[in-house]
């Protein structure tokens, strides 16, 4: 156990805090949402736009049985339930405005890429100056959108 001692000092150092959030999330879990904190996390894992795959572990029968629970509670849950979870957690990182992929910013970047290398040959090739102009334009539908 040598080799966890680190985690150990970690929790001891910020135990209260720990238990009092749990306390929170219990109660939260069973005042609102009529549920544990167990189908609580999983849901929010679920419901969580950042998390891309949510494993599920089980030892037993009944435990499967209450971790697919979370597959109906995260229908439930509103942007409300998943704000006042984060406020009581207090730990929801500050992300940059431009964390994470969407098609969009993936596409806004590839017709960026596009624009460039088209750019130096705008006054050369028709063809090319027209493509660039298509671009631009969508280019400029996406930004309005993204910014909306």
């Known amino acids: 156990m040598d080799n966890f001692e680190w985690l150990r000092k970690r929790f001891d150092s910020d135990k209260e ?22 189908c609580l996390a999983i849901a929010w894992c679920l419901k969580n736009k950042n998390v891309s795959s949510v494993l599920l572990g089980a030892t037993s029968q009944q435990q499967m049985i209450e971790n697919l629970k979370s597959l109906d509670l995260a229908r439930k849950m509103t942007k409300a339930h998943m704000i ?12 940059d405005s431009d964390w994470g ?6 596409l806004i970047q590839l017709i960026k890429n596009i624009a460039q290398n088209y750019t130096n040959y705008y006054f050369f090739f028709c063809k090319k100056s027209y493509l660039l102009y298509e671009i631009n334009s969508k280019y400029s539908k996406l930004q309005r959108k993204l910014n909306a």
């Open 17 to 38: 805090r720990q238990i009092r959030t749990i306390q929170q999330l219990q109660s939260f879990a069973k005042q609102k949402l009529d549920t544990s904190v167990t």
């Open 84 to 95: 006042e979870i984060d406020d009581i957690v207090g730990n929801k990182p500050k992300l």
């Open 101 to 106: 992929r969407t098609l969009e910013k993936t």
